[in-house]
């Protein structure tokens, strides 16, 4: 009768292999912290868009507000303004302000949005072209080369 041969146990698996790669990264930091400065800027970027959308519907809300309650107010009976002010939580003011700066505001909001697609872009592309390792420098390129390289073989001795 056979009998069946015990199944070696596996080695515990360590992180010691990712702590000599970063180790050897920090030989280059400019190559290797680069994309992520890169997208760090281009996620925050990309967060405030949904601020600047706000600002647009509340430029076109209260700019609509403003021009359908401004040439009324002398319509409105004096008891009711505090209550239609306290309801759009705007004092008669600011409403004639937003009437008198809603173009300007909403402009403005596009304009940063506008912006802020273009600075996402840029840094999301510089954030690309320095993942793959094309360096500014032809120089720092070759010695992350060299030195990935001789990580590379470490690793297989």
Not at 5 to 33: D, E, F
Not at 47 to 60: E, F, G, H, K, Y
Request: charged share 15%; hydrophobic share 50%; net charge positive.
């Amino acid at each position: 009768m056979l009998t069946p041969t015990p199944i070696p146990a596996r080695p515990a698996r360590t992180n010691a292999g990712l702590g000599r790669a970063i180790r050897y990264l920090w030989n280059h930091p400019l190559i290797s912290l680069m994309p992520y400065g890169f997208l760090l800027i281009a996620t925050l970027s990309q967060l405030l868009i949904p601020s600047m959308v706000r600002n647009v519907i509340d430029a076109i809300t209260r700019g609509v507000a403003a021009n359908l309650l401004v040439p009324r107010l002398d319509v409105i009976p004096p008891s009711l303004l505090p209550t239609v002010f306290s309801a759009l939580g705007r004092t008669k003011e600011q409403l004639i302000a937003d009437q008198a700066n809603a173009e300007q505001m909403l402009l403005r909001a596009g304009a940063a949005i506008l912006v802020l697609a273009a600075l996402r872009s840029v840094f999301a592309f510089l954030q690309a072209y320095t993942k793959v390792i094309k360096a500014f420098t032809r120089e720092q390129s070759e010695q992350a080369k060299f030195t990935l390289t001789n990580f590379e073989r470490r690793c297989m001795l």
